[in-house]
């Protein structure tokens, strides 16, 4: 605890406690701004691998477009045009369907 010098008076609670609040409102903000440019940052740098990532995704589904449609003509040697690509789409949208089932029982797996 500190001395009072001579002739020094004592300051009031009322005014410490006011001090101790408003610096800890500055702290605060500080703290915040401190955050929030730290935030805008990794955001700003992540922009460029983020729209890689979307092209990437695109050019997977593109392939994989191009890989049924080449199933459904293979296919289609045997059970005709239409049927090759039926069979082709059926066989896809099963794929999807079973990865759809699969995550959102893993999602109600996490609710519990």
């Known amino acids: 605890m500190t001395q009072l010098k001579t002739g020094e008076e004592p300051v009031p609670l009322r ?35 983020l729209a ?4 990437a995704i695109l050019l997977v589904q593109a392939a994989l477009t191009v890989l049924v449609a080449a199933l459904g003509l ?19 949208l099963a794929i999807a369907g079973l990865l759809s089932w699969i995550a959102i029982n893993r999602i109600k797996g996490m609710a519990k």
């Open 15 to 49: 005014e410490l406690a006011a001090r101790l609040i408003d610096n800890g409102k500055a702290y605060l903000r500080a703290e915040v701004n401190l955050v929030k440019t730290t935030v805008s940052t990794k955001a700003g740098q992540a922009g460029p691998a």
């Open 52 to 55: 890689m990532i979307v092209v």
């Open 74 to 92: 293979l296919l289609a040697r045997w059970l005709g045009l239409a049927g090759g690509f039926a069979v082709a789409a059926v066989a896809v």
